[in-house]
């Protein structure tokens, strides 16, 4: 296999290791949101920090790095949270599409904070992203059906900006699994003392479905690293939308879900819109 190939293989794994958290998510039942936050990043807590200690490299930061930090574990956090929110009251696909929207937030903070200015066809595309998410959220007066997709797509804008953050840490040289748990520390403080004052027990089924949703969501993190190592974002990016068809398919065996006419209408000008500035940007930098 090319090494483009090998990253193809890669983000469609990462895309796959997301989409089954996200329905594992779903499958652990009456389990409050940020309890559900805590056993997902405790996982990858640990995933990472094994990882960290077998390369050799140590647990380490240096203190200008940490603002850049701290927004991309506060900003992960919210994302997580309003992700999570969303995937328990929407269909899958609804709510996994509704995250992928985080690249275009990531053009928009890009550049807010790190001045890269984006092309006309980067911010035409970002108004028809929007467009499109709003076929998926479907605005309306009643609040219980209304919260949980605007918390989805809360989820994706506070992904982006976790997204911007990583950027930013890259080009310092803040290696992957350094951020990962960084992040995934600081979101366990911050959510466990929810969990201390108020737990809610769970089965050991739940329990064995929460931690196995945290194993998948380590599984995608480190997936889609090894496929920007691979190949550049350029070349494979476009591959990571595989996730939306792996949450219908996950969706419907899973919990019977099929999403209604303007979920799949959202789902094409948002897809659209991805694979036209991909291939743009492919052809502007060749």
Do not use: W
């Not at 879900?257 to 502007?284: E, H, K, L």
């Amino acid at each position: 296999m090319t090494n483009k190939q090998k990253g193809i293989v890669f983000i469609i794994i990462s895309a796959f290791c997301f989409a089954l958290m996200n329905a594992l998510v779903r499958l652990a039942g009456d389990v409050p949101t940020i309890q559900k936050s805590f056993f997902r990043n405790f996982i990858a807590f640990i995933f990472a920090g094994s990882v960290l200690l077998a390369s050799g490299e140590g647990i380490h930061y240096k203190k200008n790095d940490m603002t850049l930090l701290i927004l991309r574990s506060v900003a992960g956090t919210a994302g997580i949270l309003g992700n999570f929110y969303a995937v328990d009251r929407l269909n899958i696909a609804d709510a996994s599409m509704l995250n992928k929207l985080s690249p275009f937030a990531a053009i928009i903070f890009s550049y807010l904070f790190l001045k890269e200015k984006p092309r006309i066809i980067q911010s035409i595309g970002v108004i028809t992203a929007f467009i499109g998410s709003l076929f998926i959220i479907k605005p309306t007066l009643d609040i219980t059906e209304f919260a949980p997709a605007l918390a989805g797509f809360m989820g994706g804008i506070g992904a982006g900006i976790a997204y911007t953050a990583v950027r930013a840490l890259g080009k310092k040289g803040v290696k992957g699994p350094a951020i990962v748990f960084f992040f995934s520390g600081f979101s366990c403080i911050i959510t466990l003392p929810y969990l201390v004052f108020n737990y809610h027990p769970m089965t050991l089924a739940q329990l064995i479905v929460l931690l196995a949703a945290g194993l998948a969501a380590s599984g995608g993190q480190f997936a889609i690293t090894a496929a920007y190592t691979y190949a550049p974002a350029k070349e494979i990016s476009v591959f990571d939308y595989t996730n939306i068809i792996f949450a219908a398919v996950l969706g419907f065996f899973m919990f019977s879900q099929i999403p209604d006419i303007y979920s799949f209408i959202g789902y094409i000008i948002i897809c659209g819109t991805s694979v036209v500035m991909f291939f743009y940007d492919n052809r502007a930098k060749a």
